[in-house]
């Protein structure tokens, strides 16, 4: 399934930067985070009704929208300047359009690696941003059909999980000119204050470092469905243990079965090791607002240590929800302000000395709940949500990730499982998780039940039979 390149080109902001705002500064928790595109995906079927009646193209408009969109989120449309700053030029965001010779039903019938990874721009995804790189980028991706795939990379340096999702609904709602424009807030700097000792060994990558890739980084999708979701919480859930979400019941599962695979692969019997990341908008901190853009996320370490009792689900989600209790408002706290810098030390040092045993590390973020699937450009909802997987051309992902997202009926989970081809390898053949999960399934809806056809519907199909 090909897809070619029609043309690249960089979209200005609508209105240009003021000269005060021309240099962003990132956060102590900007710089925490890895230098690498996070990307996602929306997919949308256009009928031809409605292509019909349009008066500018998908192409058109999503140009014309980010452009006013990134007049607003003035740092996406410059370049990295270095670790410690974005040159907010004016440039640009990247912007790729691309035309698939094939419907887009195909690729939602049988969604591999290879060929979402020709919808986003550059093969850039997962890759490491560097000075005088965009800090956005996008692909826009026509179908024979009609249909689009718009893919969108943003730096991890200035966005995380919250902001790529502003970003997302501020740059829709432009393309309906539906009003109720969000104001993006900037002022993560002035919150996490960096250190003047910072150094490379503060951050994720040193954490890391230890548990780096041996061999090639692979994709696969597990996908859990309503009904498994339902199966899996009933088997989480004990006493101690009440209504666990679908995000905690799947990260529970994956960090057990990624624990078992390191530990079959390497014929030991270790830990593994669990961070996750923690949203700290909703905290009891009224200094952080909703619209906040930047990285407003700590990581917190959980192991998994197979012979002890506590290694279940009801376990594992009961520890989950202790780890979630402390990002309290009194730990929050500590990172804001000039002692940010002393704090954060302290918990990576923390964190080695908790995973100096760990046979591998993981990182499992969860996506659900975000309202991917409300993201309407003027075409409707999206038909599926991904994120992009790792290629040939797209090696930079050294460490084992999870990414947990929506499924199209919000009732379910596809996890995005990001490790070593051998690890992968042995978790497709793990009991336990594939007794509820399907891996690499198509990427239809098929829990909604299907309606039976009326006289008149049966008799035009046959019709149309006796014709051909």
């Not at 902001?163 to 109720?180: E, L, P, V």
């Not at 409300?374 to 999870?402: C, H, M, Y």
Request: hydrophobic share 40%; glycine share 6%.
């Amino acid at each position: 399934m090909e897809v070619e390149v029609v043309c690249k080109e960089f979209i200005k902001p609508s209105s240009p930067t003021p000269n005060h705002l021309k240099s962003h500064k990132l956060s102590l928790l900007d710089q925490f985070l890895p230098p690498m595109y996070g990307p996602m995906v929306l997919y949308y079927t256009i009928e031809g009704a409605d292509r019909a009646t349009r008066k500018t193209t998908p192409i058109q408009l999503l140009k014309q929208s980010l452009s006013e969109t990134l007049a607003l989120f003035y740092p996406f449309a410059g370049k990295m300047k270095d670790d410690l700053s974005i040159d907010c030029n004016d440039e640009g965001a990247l912007f790729v359009e691309a035309r698939a010779e094939f419907p887009l039903s195909l690729l939602l019938e049988r969604p591999d690696m290879e060929t979402i990874g020709k919808i986003q721009p550059c093969a850039a995804a997962w890759g490491e941003v560097g000075p005088g790189d965009p800090v956005a980028m996008v692909q826009a991706t026509t179908f024979a059909c009609g249909g689009v795939a718009v893919c969108l990379l943003l730096s991890h340096t200035i966005a995380d999980g919250g902001s790529f999702m502003t970003f997302f609904k501020c740059w829709a709602a432009t393309a309906r000119n539906s009003g109720g424009t969000l104001h993006p807030n900037f002022d993560a700097p002035s919150f996490f204050i960096p250190g003047k000792t910072d150094t490379k060994e503060e951050t994720f990558s040193s954490l890391c470092a230890p548990f780096a890739n041996a061999s090639r980084c692979g994709t696969r999708r597990f996908v859990f469905d309503a009904s498994a979701i339902a199966r899996l919480k009933a088997k989480a859930s004990n006493s101690q243990v009440r209504n666990p979400t679908r995000a905690e019941v799947v990260t529970a599962l994956m960090l057990k079965s990624i624990t078992a695979a390191w530990n079959k692969a390497s014929n030991l019997d270790k830990p593994g090791a669990l961070l996750q990341p923690h949203n700290l908008r909703p905290k009891a901190i009224s200094s952080f607002p909703d619209d906040a853009i930047g990285n407003y996320i700590l990581l917190m370490p959980m192991l998994c240590v197979p012979e002890e009792k506590d290694n279940d689900l009801p376990g594992l989600v009961s520890r989950l929800r202790e780890m979630k209790a402390k990002v309290d408002s009194p730990f929050v706290r500590r990172f804001v302000g000039d002692g940010g810098s002393a704090a954060l030390r302290e918990v990576i040092r923390e964190i080695s000395e908790s995973f100096a045993r760990a046979q591998g590390q993981v990182t499992i973020t969860s996506w659900c709940n975000f309202g991917h699937y409300e993201i309407d450009f003027g075409w409707g909802r999206p038909a599926w949500v991904s994120t992009v997987g790792a290629t040939e051309e797209t090696q930079n992902l050294k460490v084992d990730v999870v990414t947990l997202l929506d499924s199209k009926s919000r009732e379910g989970v596809e996890a995005w499982v990001f490790t070593g081809e051998d690890q992968l390898d042995v978790l497709e053949q793990n009991e336990e998780l594939l007794e509820f999960a399907s891996v690499d399934p198509s990427a239809f809806d098929r829990t909604r039940v299907k309606k039976k056809k009326s006289v008149s519907q049966l008799c035009r199909t046959h019709m149309l039979v006796i014709q051909w």
